[in-house]
């Protein structure tokens, strides 16, 4: 905590950082699995690439992001002149943890022939060692704009992955990651939910392993879950994902019962993501207070990096050419 003292509390804590947020000119951008007192402070609220996509485009001078590290490097590689603060530095994920740019690099290289196809869940580095990145919502999308005999590698979660590879029956080398949160997620419990609540449709996110997804009545990304659950006729929902976004379910449809499956026995908490649990409303204070901690990246890795997530963007949105990032990967037919 800062040298210029504790944070205020309550109601005047808040008032704080709306101040603050102005006299800064700063967005607040939040994911959907942040604690429900920093989504209902935030300017937005979102999935990664929605994230993503709001980065790219704001005004604002200062991007306050509440998710984790790599939500944020990538706000600061879309919008580099911006100033990019993390609540809390530590706020890292799993998944990048589990991708080592060194080793990333050698596998690349020992599969020459392979394009990169790389889920957002990862270090700057690892970006810039990538072909085009991918989130969950726009994974099927873009991968579906591949030529057919292309050979893809995918990393890092092998479970998105395997759901990818699965649904449209191509065969990718995939890099042995996982989301110790997704991972955690029990079937004997979900099973016992399921049974006691029958006919409740279950919505998971692909990065749960198989034995989840393959009890699922919707898979996608945050954001398409929360569409699901909040189109759906049913009045109980069983939510394979990180329960914070059931804030959001709850807000979209109060007449709905909204069930988070537990991980473990269901006596634990580790259905919750402890990365993002990092970020609190005084660490926003603290941050939009000094400015810091501020993401800083060299030009050269941001430069690297951009080119994929570029790819990303322009693939989501839907035009196969791509963009103002120069040479297509891809002839077309
Ligand atoms: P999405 O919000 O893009 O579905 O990603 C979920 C996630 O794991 C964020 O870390
Ligand atoms: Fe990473 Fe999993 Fe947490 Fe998402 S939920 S930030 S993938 S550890």
Redesign the pocket.
């Known amino acids: 905590m800062s040298v210029l003292g504790k944070p205020p509390a309550g109601d005047e804590l808040l008032a704080e950082i709306q101040r603050l947020k102005e006299e800064r000119n700063a967005v607040i951008l939040a994911h959907y699995?942040q604690k429900p007192e920093i989504q209902d402070l935030a300017d937005f609220v979102g999935d990664s690439l929605d994230l993503s996509r709001k980065a790219a485009a704001t005004d604002a001078e200062v991007i306050a992001f509440c998710?984790?590290r790599?939500m944020a490097e990538t706000a600061k590689i879309l919008s580099p002149e911006k100033t990019v603060i993390l609540p809390d530095m530590d706020a890292?994920?799993?998944?990048?943890d589990s991708c080592p740019p060194d080793q990333f690099k050698a596998f690349r290289e020992a599969h020459p022939d392979h394009i990169a196809l790389t889920y957002i869940?990862c270090s700057a580095e690892v970006k810039a060692l990538s072909d085009i990145i991918v989130t969950s919502s726009s994974a099927q999308q873009i991968l579906d704009q591949i030529p057919l005999d292309q050979p893809i590698i995918f990393g890092p979660?092998r479970h998105l992955g395997g759901y990818l590879a699965r649904k449209s029956g191509r065969d990718m080398l995939l890099w042995p990651g996982i989301?110790?949160?997704?991972q955690a997620f029990s079937e004997t419990e979900l099973l016992k939910l399921k049974a006691e609540h029958p006919g409740a449709p279950v919505a998971a996110h692909p990065?749960c392993p198989p034995h989840i997804i393959d009890h699922a009545d919707h898979v996608g990304s945050t954001s398409s879950i929360l569409k699901f659950c909040s189109e759906t006729d049913s009045d109980t929902v069983l939510v394979a994902t990180?329960p914070h976004i059931i804030h959001q379910m709850e807000k979209a449809r109060p007449d709905k019962t909204f069930i988070g499956v537990p991980g473990g026995d269901g006596n634990c908490n580790c259905n919750m993501?402890?990365?993002?649990a990092l970020n609190t409303l005084e660490k926003l204070y603290v941050a939009l207070r000094d400015l810091e901690p501020r993401i800083e990246m060299s030009d050269e890795l941001m430069d690297a990096a951009r080119l994929p997530l570029q790819r990303m963007l322009d693939m989501a949105g839907g035009t196969v050419g791509m963009g103002d990032v120069g040479k297509p990967l891809f002839k077309k037919d």
């Open positions: 699995y998710g984790v790599f890292g994920c799993s998944l990048e869940n979660d989301c110790i949160v997704h990065e990180e993501c402890p990365y993002m």
